[in-house]
């Protein structure tokens, strides 16, 4: 019986891994039922705090974005997935229109729409399929009370309400998105474009068959207002934030300085498994097999798949701990698929690093960096590279 062995990136810790593994398991035995997927959670040999966090300044910290030229309705995920009423409050610039003070204004009749359709059947399985059911009256809540929304309201015209239903649809997505992540949950929703554009307009059709499509004239500011913000954020809150992402590149420091724990984990769980072997390693899980197939001739593992990773990258500037720029791959290194995303600033390709003895295959997630480093495993594309290679 064929063994998969999933092997996790940078900064993973068991909850966020089982929730990959779980996605990964059944997308394999969806078309090959007959095939063991097996774990290789590494992360608990990861990075971690010795002393308290005690070497995390209080003060001073700083934050610069540079938004690349995505197209704009990637460019506009980018901004909603940091602040769910990104768009409101775009919307909120317009002028105020001026009605009938005496009678029923435009965002009356919007505002009630919003808070009171009901969710179809249909829309009620999408949403389940998207992992956001849970949430979404909350988010619909948290959405309708905000100061944004009720600004943006002030300035609907009379003549056509339907511009607004998609902003407003795409915030209470987004703040479903939000909240998941806040409770610790990753739903497909938070990696799936498709599923979150078929979601949105779904919602969008609720409301009252709204003509789909994204408007030209919040473009310009959008990213010139997402630069705003986020420094006195960051000060005010170091040390959570320091938890937070301090596993990332702690994972990467301490497997460049001290990755023989982690390649022997990994060669442990290659022994355990039922042959033959596949190893499907995402990030810097990658440069771990790479780094334990180049130095040790394991005849079980029969194909390296590498997710996201940048082995490629630090052979050919001579960082790769195994191998030196300008030696080869030894001859009973396996065969080895290597997936990129050209929207993954961490993925890179091997064809032209090691001539002969790598596949490359590009996907498109449609996400915009980071999210996209995540994005794979929903990805139809990953998975017809994947299966089609499999013993």
Known sequence: MTTVIFVHGTGIREREYNETFQVIEQKIHAQRPDIKVAPCLWGALGAKFNNNRA????????????????????????????????????????????????????????????????????????????????????AREATIHSEPYHRALLTVPESDLSEYYIPIVRAIVAQAMFISEQQEKFPP??????????????????????????GDWFLKPLVELAQRGGTNYIRGNRLELTDKISPMPGDILLYQTRGEKIREFIKQQIEQAEPPVVLIAHSLGGIACVDLLVQQQLSQVELLVTVGSQAPFLYEINALYSLEYGQLLPEHFPEWLNIYDLRDFLSYVGKNIFPGRVQDVRVDSRQPFPRSHGAYWTNAKTWEAIISRLP
Do not use: H, K
Request: charged share 25%.
């Open 55 to 138: 070497s995390v300044p209080l003060e001073d910290a700083t934050l610069a974005l540079s938004p690349g030229e995505e197209d704009a309705e990637i460019v506009l995920w980018e901004q909603l997935y940091r602040d769910p009423l990104y768009e409101l409050r775009l919307f909120s610039l317009l002028p105020i229109e001026s009605g009938n003070p005496f009678g029923e204004q435009p965002g009356d009749i919007l505002q009630s729409r919003v808070a009171s359709f009901t969710l179809t059947s249909e829309l009620e399985a999408n949403l389940q399929e998207a992992g956001i059911a849970e949430v979404f009256e909350q």
């Open 189 to 214: 929703i938070l990696t799936d474009a498709q599923l979150r554009d078929d979601v949105v307009e779904l919602l969008t059709l609720a409301l009252g068959d709204a003509e789909l499509g994204l």
